[in-house]
């Protein structure tokens, strides 16, 4: 490991008042038994720590910082909108216009509502879902992670895959009980649950791209299929953005797989790294939020100005032609060369990208669903880990979370990283 000396005396600071001395599980290092460098601040692609520790940043923040770390321009907008007060819990001009940004770029948002994270948004849109269809079930994906609302914590990925938590106490049953679970990809199962819930399902939820068992696509016609079996059962088909919103295309995953669903939620990209994320969808959908309609939902920061600012600077950039071109020409970069040197060590391992979201896998792969991810080899990952941040590659801690690229990101940082990855795929090949 690098040196960590001061992290560590954080680290046994911070664990007197915050849970494993963090503000999210994830962040503690627990699944690869390693100190988590205690970040002291951050330049596009790399990532400094209070040891002086300088890292290629893989996780951009779990996804927001598309552009990287502390972009000059975001900083500005911020700064400015800063200027004029942090917060007024009344409209300003600037959340109609990220509005409109967020339409242009994914036109099935007609009309939306700013929130303040992803969890807040896709427990308001599966509301709504209830509200506009008078059913109360929703169907979800194995390993697919939504946020930690009470009713999604069931087959969760993310930090409750990574700390193997089955299910949390402190949910009751009762709130479980209406959540249908079936594996990702698996349209037969989806199929099977319809033809047992079919009049009572408001919904069928998913991350169109898993990104919280690693990162796995959807096979070819699974997310057509869905809006079949939707459009057949009168539910609604909610795409969970959040991850892949901004990130694997313009459009997100639905642009991508030309597939268009009832209602998304997005976050994290859409904040450009401020808490700002959006439900939306059909127009006359949305029409039923209060104070238009009758389903409730507010939240004081909700549409906040600084994070409007970044989120429309932000997005703003990402309106520049060719930027994901450039993301995914990184993304093949990386997972071709990782793929490449896997090989050479005799490492099973299958890598992919979509954009500039990453996955990786210690396992030979295809892996389609959290079953496979599970058999991800896991001292191999955690081997593997440890050598990469060694060498100053910070990668997501934990084999069920995606990885980031970002528009800061050169070639040779990605060359770097593989340089690095060499010494460590050597490391992680003599693990058994
Ligand atoms: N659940 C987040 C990743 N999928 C982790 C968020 C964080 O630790 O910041």
């Given at each position: 490991m690098p040196k960590l000396t001061e992290s560590k005396r954080l680290l046994r600071q911070a664990k007197k008042r915050l849970p494993g001395g963090v503000n999210s599980p994830v962040r503690?290092?627990?699944?690869?038994?390693?100190?988590?460098?205690?970040?002291?601040?951050?330049?596009?692609?790399?990532?400094?720590?209070?040891?002086g520790n300088e890292y290629i940043d893989y996780v951009g923040s779990w996804g927001p910082l598309i552009l990287g770390h502390a972009n000059p321009a975001v900083l500005r907008a911020v700064r400015e909108a800063m200027a004029k007060g942090t917060s007024?819990?009344?409209?300003?001009?600037?959340?109609?216009?990220l509005a409109e940004a967020v339409t242009r770029a994914v036109p099935s948002l007609e009309k939306m509502r700013m929130v303040s994270s992803g969890t807040e948004a896709v427990m308001s849109a599966i509301r709504l879902a209830r509200g506009v269809t008078g059913r109360d079930r929703?169907?979800?994906?194995?390993?697919?992670y939504h946020g930690h609302s009470d009713g999604l914590l069931v087959g969760a990925g993310s930090g409750v895959a990574t700390l193997g938590i089955p299910g949390s106490p402190g949910v009751p049953e009762a709130m479980t009980e209406l959540t249908v679970l079936a594996p990702f990809n698996d349209l037969d199962?989806?199929?099977?649950?319809f033809e047992r819930w079919g009049d009572e399902l408001a919904c069928v939820l998913l991350e169109p791209i898993a990104g919280n068992m690693g990162s796995i696509p959807p096979v070819d016609g699974f997310l057509a299929g869905l809006r079949e079996l939707?459009?057949?059962?009168?539910?609604?088909?909610?795409?969970?953005?959040?991850?892949?919103?901004?990130?694997?295309?313009?459009?997100?995953?639905?642009?991508?797989?030309?597939?268009?669903?009832?209602?998304?939620?997005?976050?994290?990209v859409v904040g450009?790294?401020?808490?700002?994320?959006?439900?939306?969808?059909?127009?006359?959908?949305m029409e039923r939020i209060a104070p238009e309609g009758d389903v409730y939902q507010a939240g004081t920061l909700s549409g906040n100005p600084l994070a409007v600012a970044a989120g429309l600077e932000t997005l703003g950039q990402l309106e520049e032609p060719g930027v994901y071109d450039k993301l995914s020409?990184?993304?093949?970069?990386?997972?071709?060369?990782?793929?490449?040197?896997?090989?050479?060590?005799g490492v099973p391992f299958t890598a992919g990208y979509r954009g500039g979201m990453v996955g990786f896998f210690f396992h030979p792969g295809p892996v389609t669903s959290y079953a496979d991810s599970q058999q991800s080899h896991d001292a191999r990952f955690r081997r593997f880990f440890s050598a990469m941040l060694d060498q100053g590659i910070y990668l997501p801690p934990s084999r069920f979370e995606a990885a980031f690229l970002s528009l800061a990101h050169k070639p040779r940082d990605v060359a770097r990283t593989l340089d690095a990855a060499r010494v460590a795929m050597r490391k992680a090949s003599r693990v058994d």
């Amino acid at each position: 490991m690098p040196k960590l000396t001061e992290s560590k005396r954080l680290l046994r600071q911070a664990k007197k008042r915050l849970p494993g001395g963090v503000n999210s599980p994830v962040r503690a290092y627990g699944s690869v038994d390693g100190t988590p460098p205690f970040v002291e601040r951050g330049k596009g692609a790399f990532l400094y720590d209070v040891d002086g520790n300088e890292y290629i940043d893989y996780v951009g923040s779990w996804g927001p910082l598309i552009l990287g770390h502390a972009n000059p321009a975001v900083l500005r907008a911020v700064r400015e909108a800063m200027a004029k007060g942090t917060s007024f819990g009344a409209p300003t001009e600037r959340e109609t216009l990220l509005a409109e940004a967020v339409t242009r770029a994914v036109p099935s948002l007609e009309k939306m509502r700013m929130v303040s994270s992803g969890t807040e948004a896709v427990m308001s849109a599966i509301r709504l879902a209830r509200g506009v269809t008078g059913r109360d079930r929703i169907l979800k994906f194995d390993g697919c992670y939504h946020g930690h609302s009470d009713g999604l914590l069931v087959g969760a990925g993310s930090g409750v895959a990574t700390l193997g938590i089955p299910g949390s106490p402190g949910v009751p049953e009762a709130m479980t009980e209406l959540t249908v679970l079936a594996p990702f990809n698996d349209l037969d199962a989806v199929q099977q649950a319809f033809e047992r819930w079919g009049d009572e399902l408001a919904c069928v939820l998913l991350e169109p791209i898993a990104g919280n068992m690693g990162s796995i696509p959807p096979v070819d016609g699974f997310l057509a299929g869905l809006r079949e079996l939707c459009d057949a059962h009168g539910a609604l088909l909610l795409f969970d953005e959040v991850m892949t919103g901004f990130r694997v295309a313009h459009g997100g995953a639905q642009q991508l797989y030309d597939v268009k669903p009832d209602l998304t939620t997005l976050g994290k990209v859409v904040g450009g790294g401020l808490p700002a994320a959006v439900y939306g969808g059909r127009r006359d959908w949305m029409e039923r939020i209060a104070p238009e309609g009758d389903v409730y939902q507010a939240g004081t920061l909700s549409g906040n100005p600084l994070a409007v600012a970044a989120g429309l600077e932000t997005l703003g950039q990402l309106e520049e032609p060719g930027v994901y071109d450039k993301l995914s020409a990184l993304g093949q970069q990386l997972t071709s060369g990782l793929v490449e040197i896997a090989k050479d060590e005799g490492v099973p391992f299958t890598a992919g990208y979509r954009g500039g979201m990453v996955g990786f896998f210690f396992h030979p792969g295809p892996v389609t669903s959290y079953a496979d991810s599970q058999q991800s080899h896991d001292a191999r990952f955690r081997r593997f880990f440890s050598a990469m941040l060694d060498q100053g590659i910070y990668l997501p801690p934990s084999r069920f979370e995606a990885a980031f690229l970002s528009l800061a990101h050169k070639p040779r940082d990605v060359a770097r990283t593989l340089d690095a990855a060499r010494v460590a795929m050597r490391k992680a090949s003599r693990v058994d």
